[in-house]
């Protein structure tokens, strides 16, 4: 029971201390940093606000990126020309037409690899390695606890 009597007595003494330390008004003599002393070799004085970009600024090269001929207009072609590559990468044949197994290429690559007995079905053992692999960063590099103690 006296720990518990001691335990509030500490607290009430601690929060009275706190009270007393930041109720205060001490000021500080001189501040904490000094402003340095502008000399005649000092370069001039910085401006207050960094400077941003505006939005027209950040559209113009949203716009350059896609007027490739840079003639200020965008072609139809200019603008489907990332989707063409991309579109390019997927038609494995170079028929021009995109079938369902080349659009499905990493996903039926994927079961092909699983399939270890090829026999077009996955057991439970081959589904599990197409499980996705996370990479996953350690939250504390801190060494093990030894266990001297």
């Not at 490739?68 to 028929?95: M, P, Q």
């Not at 996370?134 to 590099?141: D, F, G, N």
Request: net charge neutral; with cysteine; charged share 25%.
């Amino acid at each position: 029971m006296w720990r518990y009597l001691a335990g509030g007595v500490a607290a009430l003494l601690l929060v009275t201390a706190g009270f007393i330390f930041f109720r205060s008004g001490a000021k500080p003599d001189q501040p904490l940093f000094a402003p340095a002393p502008q000399t005649a070799s000092s370069p001039a004085a910085l401006p207050s606000a960094a400077p941003s970009a505006s939005e027209r600024t950040r559209e113009q090269k949203r716009f350059d990126r896609y007027d490739k001929d840079r003639d200020g207009l965008i072609t139809r072609d200019e603008y489907l020309a990332s989707r063409h590559k991309a579109f390019a990468k997927l038609d494995t044949n170079h028929d021009g037409q995109l079938s369902f197994e080349e659009w499905a290429i990493t996903t039926t690559t994927k079961f092909a690899t699983a399939d270890a007995d090829h026999s077009g079905t996955l057991t439970p053992a081959e589904f599990l390695t197409t499980k996705v692999v996370r990479k996953t960063t350690p939250k504390c590099a801190c060494s093990a606890p030894s266990s001297d103690e």
